[in-house]
């Protein structure tokens, strides 16, 4: 099956890809142009990108404070501990990077809530140092970066960032509004991803699919009814950043305008969709089987 392209471009050459990241400015009513539509720093985010309230940023779950005690951009806080999971995450990782206070499941549970699976681990830390958006595009180096259009389950962002430690995607790009807050649930999803993959939070989606439009992304938007297929996609000849929508509503009209090609993933069975978070896994393979054959 031959990809139709939404916005035709000059046939691709097998060289590398060598353009620089030259984003287009955007003059904003507050202050310089930036990009992304991210504001100047120190004026007024929307919300806290990792903690999603004004109480300290809890993680918790062996694996998500783990990845957390490992990571040198990490402050940590306070770390509460019962014996059982010090004793495993010092089997892990060897002598802790801080003192844990000791704790019993009935405390964390009052804490954290009766319903969250801490397993006897909560770390209290800050939000880790935001990555720019033009940094993080300009650092792909031939990885696809994963660009999420208004997917707000934090269970579903942190499998998706699972998927993109797993698969060696470059980043993850959300909008400031209408995504969820990077804090416990979300890090507990990712199973220690948060500490791996770099997020960046852009105020304006539109205007950043066309930043990564003029440094020569190719963007692939997901969409179950599009007639081209992941696998017949081209994921080499240049950066890619792969465009998803919220389950249900899927990619909104102005962000499947902005992308150069839709592709779906074939299915074989009676169900013919997956979640957003499976679906980020499979194209993340299929991006990363490409990679490969191309190298």
Same mark, same amino acid.
């Given at each position: 099956?031959r990809?139709?392209?939404?916005?035709?471009?000059?046939?691709?050459?097998?060289?590398?890809?060598?353009? @620089?990241?030259?984003?287009?400015?955007?003059?904003?009513?507050?202050?310089?142009?930036?990009f +992304?539509?991210?504001?100047?720093?120190?004026?007024?985010?929307?919300?806290?990108?990792?903690? +999603?309230?004004? +109480?300290?940023?809890?993680?918790?779950?062996?694996?998500?404070?783990?990845?957390?005690?490992?990571?040198?951009?990490?402050?940590?806080?306070?770390?509460?501990?019962?014996?059982?999971?010090?004793?495993?995450?010092?089997?892990?990782?060897?002598?802790?990077?801080?003192?844990?206070?000791?704790?019993?499941? #009935?405390?964390?549970?009052?804490?954290?809530?009766?319903?969250?699976?801490?397993?006897?681990?909560?770390?209290?830390?800050?939000?880790?140092?935001?990555?720019?958006?033009?940094?993080?595009?300009?650092?792909?180096?031939?990885?696809?970066?994963?660009?999420?259009?208004?997917?707000?389950?934090?269970?579903?962002?942190?499998?998706?960032?699972?998927?993109?430690?797993?698969?060696?995607?470059?980043?993850l790009?959300?909008?400031?509004r209408?995504?969820?807050p990077?804090?416990?649930?979300?890090?507990?999803?990712?199973?220690?991803?948060?500490?791996?993959?770099?997020?960046?939070?852009?105020?304006?989606?539109?205007?950043?699919?066309?930043?990564?439009?003029?440094?020569?992304?190719?963007?692939i938007?997901?969409?179950g009814?599009?007639?081209?297929?992941?696998?017949?996609t081209?994921?080499? @000849?240049?950066?890619?950043?792969?465009?998803?929508?919220?389950?249900?509503?899927?990619l #909104?009209?102005?962000?499947?305008?902005?992308c150069?090609?839709?592709?779906?993933?074939?299915?074989?069975?009676?169900?013919?969709?997956?979640?957003?978070?499976?679906?980020?896994a499979?194209?993340?393979?299929?991006?990363?089987?490409?990679?490969?054959?191309?190298?």
């Amino acid at each position: 099956m031959r990809v139709q392209y939404s916005n035709p471009r000059p046939i691709l050459t097998k060289e590398p890809f060598k353009k @620089s990241w030259r984003p287009k400015a955007h003059a904003t009513r507050s202050g310089p142009a930036r990009f +992304g539509g991210k504001p100047a720093r120190g004026g007024d985010r929307g919300h806290k990108p990792a903690g +999603g309230g004004d +109480g300290p940023l809890r993680l918790f779950g062996l694996h998500a404070v783990e990845a957390a005690l490992r990571n040198p951009g990490r402050k940590l806080n306070r770390l509460l501990l019962t014996d059982n999971a010090e004793r495993r995450l010092i089997e892990s990782m060897g002598p802790l990077p801080c003192k844990a206070e000791e704790t019993t499941p #009935r405390d964390l549970d009052r804490l954290l809530g009766a319903d969250t699976v801490h397993q006897g681990a909560m770390l209290e830390t800050e939000e880790l140092p935001e990555p720019e958006f033009a940094s993080l595009a300009e650092n792909a180096e031939g990885r696809p970066l994963l660009v999420l259009d208004q997917v707000t389950d934090p269970h579903n962002v942190g499998a998706i960032l699972r998927s993109a430690a797993v698969f060696g995607a470059a980043g993850l790009v959300m909008t400031r509004r209408h995504s969820p807050p990077l804090n416990g649930v979300l890090a507990k999803s990712a199973s220690g991803a948060l500490e791996l993959v770099p997020v960046a939070l852009v105020q304006n989606l539109s205007r950043a699919l066309e930043d990564l439009k003029d440094a020569g992304f190719t963007l692939i938007g997901l969409d179950g009814e599009a007639d081209a297929r992941i696998e017949d996609t081209d994921w080499t @000849s240049r950066p890619v950043a792969l465009v998803m929508g919220a389950e249900g509503k899927g990619l #909104r009209e102005l962000t499947q305008k902005n992308c150069d090609v839709l592709a779906r993933i074939t299915t074989d069975g009676p169900i013919a969709s997956l979640n957003v978070s499976n679906a980020a896994a499979v194209a993340l393979h299929t991006a990363a089987l490409a990679r490969r054959k191309g190298a």
